[in-house]
């Protein structure tokens, strides 16, 4: 029986997730306001939103998984 992934018929592959928080100086308006347009415009970037949460009123956490060629510095920027 040969196994069934085998090095000539796989390549290597990895999963890129960062969190990222942002301290706005005002607090934050409801999720249900911003979170659906926020997460369109950031996939068609090649950022998807996983997970966020509002630490505080002004802090945002976001975990967030991006495609190999965007760098870790561009993700705030998308």
Do not use: C
Not at 14 to 42: C, H, I, M
Not at 72 to 78: A, D, G, K
């Amino acid at each position: 029986m040969q196994p069934l992934y085998t090095p000539d018929n796989t390549t290597a592959s990895y999963q890129l997730n960062w969190s990222v928080a942002l301290f706005g100086t005002d607090e934050f308006p409801p999720t249900t306001k911003w979170l659906s347009e926020l997460r369109a415009v950031a996939e068609s970037d090649g950022v998807r939103i996983l997970e966020h949460h509002i630490a505080t009123a002004n802090v945002a956490q976001f975990l967030v998984s991006t495609k190999p060629h965007i760098a870790p510095s561009q993700i705030v920027r998308f």
